[in-house]
């Protein structure tokens, strides 16, 4: 017998999509459920101008429907962002489970989300994120061709793209703020060691970088103590300690009215999505003289990995054009100099000139 589904999701005043805050034209939001597999799924297509929506899956123990919906608006915004930014073919979208990927992760949960994906007939294409594992997709994908990230459709788990990706980003950081991109000595807070986060942590470590790590996650922490010689701070502590930089690899939203005063750090370049509360947030970074690389610039190795990695396709043209982040962001950082405006802005712009006015009749 299946459990209760999240009998501790609040449903808050009724809000439609249309309505939300975060609402930006998307072109399509879809509630999806299956009673029988305890599911519950947000898929939200924010753009195809450029191609089919592609952007993972994320499982989460959201509080409040309202607080997934707020979450897979905006990282499917993110996602036609990233994926024009990185010149791939693709449109954005996100999806989101709202559950506890410890707790309430089965076949059967997993195989009911393929078949949902399935009935939007490529306009989405579905691929990992937090909460779901390459294994997760190779059963997401017995019941759909539009999952990608699997053995199947070329190099499995993109998240080891991702972090190279970041690697590479936090060098061009470091060499645009320090003038060079020798990480030898400098001190990284990174905050969370998933899949991502602690590949980053492994590069940097071998890169001669001094590590503080948080997560949520105990055993993660203690693995970095252990293996890479890093100090354990608390999650709300890592933002606030002395770094030269901090490396947000976690959840959205670090970056805040509240948290920006209390940075010490110099740079901020990490993995996570939507570092960026508000717009505002990037003028603020710019505002204290902190180097911030844009969240969908520097994190797009693993939707390159997904977007190239075609069966057949050389591992390292997929390498090369991840690495080639380092230049996006240096691109981004010289402009944002010139003229004097937050990287954030210069990123959005990049990218909106690349899909706005581009329209995919195949889609």
């Known amino acids: 017998m299946n459990a209760p589904l999240h009998s501790n999701i609040t449903i ?6 249309l309505e939300h805050p975060e609402f930006a034209g998307h072109e399509q939001v879809v509630f999806a459920t299956d009673e029988a597999a305890g599911l519950k799924a947000i898929i939200a297509v924010h753009n195809t101008n450029l191609g089919p929506a592609l952007g993972g899956c994320r499982m989460w123990n959201y509080a409040s429907t309202s607080e997934a919906l707020t979450d897979v608006l905006r990282l499917s915004k993110g996602m036609t962002y990233k994926n024009a930014l990185a010149n791939l073919p693709l449109g954005g979208g996100k999806s989101v489970i709202i559950a506890d990927a410890r707790r309430d992760k089965t076949p059967e949960l ?27 997709m190779e059963i997401i994908c017995t019941q759909t061709q539009f999952a990608r990230g699997t053995e199947a459709t070329g190099f499995g788990d993109p998240s080891p793209y991702t972090a190279l990706g970041t690697f590479a980003g936090i060098k061009a950081a470091a060499k645009h703020k320090f003038g060079t991109d020798d990480l030898t000595g400098l001190t990284v807070s990174l905050k969370g060691l998933g899949h991502v986060g602690y590949d980053v942590a492994r590069q940097l470590h071998k890169a001669g ?4 790590v948080s997560d949520i996650y105990e055993p993660a922490v203690k693995r970095a103590v252990e293996e890479l010689g890093a100090t354990s701070v608390s999650t709300e502590e890592a933002h606030r300690v002395s770094a030269d930089i901090f490396a947000p ?29 508000t717009p505002e947030d990037g003028v603020a970074l710019m505002k204290r003289g902190i180097l911030y690389a844009p969240d969908y610039a520097i994190n797009a190795g693993g939707v390159i990995s997904i977007a190239l990695g075609e069966p057949g396709t050389s591992d390292a043209i997929v390498r090369q054009k991840t690495l ?3 230049d996006t962001l240096t691109q981004i950082f010289k402009r944002a100099d010139a003229e004097k405006r937050p990287t954030s802005i210069i990123a959005d712009e990049l990218a909106e000139e690349r899909f706005q006015h581009h329209h995919n009749p195949a889609v």
Do not use: W
């Open 12 to 17: 808050d005043t009724y809000m439609t999509p």
């Open 324 to 326: 080639a982040i380092g």
């Open 249 to 277: 690899c976690a959840l959205g939203g670090e970056l805040n009215a509240e948290t920006i005063p209390q940075l010490k750090a110099t740079v901020v370049a990490g993995a996570a999505n939507n570092q960026l509360e």
């Open 209 to 212: 970088a001094l590590l503080i």
């Open 110 to 136: 997993l195989r009911a989300f393929g078949r949902h994906i399935n009935r939007l007939s490529g306009s989405y294409v579905t691929a990992e994120d937090v909460g779901i594992s390459s294994d997760d």
